[in-house]
T-cell receptor, first 112, second 110 residues
Framework: SQQGEEDPQALSIQEGENATMNCSYK?????LQWYRQNSGRGLVHLIL?????REKHSGRLRVTLDTSKKSSSLLITASRAADTASYFC????????????FGKGMKLTVNP | NAGVTQTPKFQVLKTGQSMTLQCAQD?????MYWYRQDPGMGLRLIYY???????DKGEVPNGYNVSRLNKREFSLRLESAAPSQTSVYFC?????????FGPGTRLTVT
């Protein structure tokens, strides 16, 4: 059962542009995370935002969380060709274990 | 510090054969996970282990067994492989919330 759903499913932009990805989820959460997956590799954790936080920054990444709308967005600023990857949001369940539920992912292509 | 390692990287099985996928982590994490990733399906949790000696079913456990013999290692066994188990399998570990993934095993069942 997918908890998170990324939107759009695919995005193609030019190097230097900003990329915004959205994630919607269904149940109450403790935190939401974003992961990146380069082709043929495992997932890499990017950033975690807690349910009591509204915005978080890490380098060129900016994540927002709106718990009233059950949605999050990931903004990558000044994109680079190396940002080309699939991006996944993942949520836990409030009061639950460390288990995460991943969305289906979205493919970002940054053209040089 | 190798992080999470998985063996083998690739495997081809015939229907009905068995095999064990190995996973080890050197980060002293308590929790470990097995996922499968299929096109258009994202990652789905097969089994989860909160600590040594404990395991719990995930979303898609049928056809799989797991073993957590010590804190480092968490293995996934396919007793009688089926074509529907063709997938990429990822092992992960975590302490607190963030998960660390291995490089994956690409399994084809013919």
């Amino acid at each position: 059962s997918q908890q998170g759903e990324e939107d759009p499913q695919a995005l193609s932009i030019q190097e230097g542009e900003n990329a915004t990805m959205n994630c919607s989820y269904k149940t109450s959460i403790n935190n939401l995370q974003w992961y990146r997956q380069n082709s043929g590799r495992g997932l890499v954790h990017l950033i975690l935002i807690r349910s009591n936080e509204r915005e978080k920054h890490s380098g060129r990444l900016r994540v927002t969380l709106d718990t009233s709308k059950k949605s999050s967005s990931l903004l990558i600023t000044a994109s680079r060709a190396a940002d080309t990857a699939s991006y996944f949001c993942a949520t836990d369940r409030q009061g639950g274990s460390e288990k995460l539920v991943f969305g289906k992912g979205m493919k970002l292509t940054v053209n040089p | 510090n190798a992080g999470v390692t998985q063996t083998p990287k690739f495997q081809v099985l015939k229907t009905g054969q068995s095999m064990t996928l190995q996973c080890a982590q050197d980060m002293n994490h308590n929790s470990m996970y097995w996922y499968r990733q299929d096109p258009g399906m994202g990652l789905r949790l097969i089994y989860y282990s909160a600590s040594e000696g404990t395991t719990d079913k995930g979303e898609v456990p049928n056809g799989y067994n797991v073993s957590r013999l010590n804190k480092r290692e968490f293995s996934l066994r396919l007793e009688s492989a089926a074509p529907s188990q063709t997938s990429v399998y990822f092992c992960a570990s975590s302490e607190r919330q963030s998960q660390y993934f291995g490089p994956g095993t690409r399994l084809t069942v013919t």
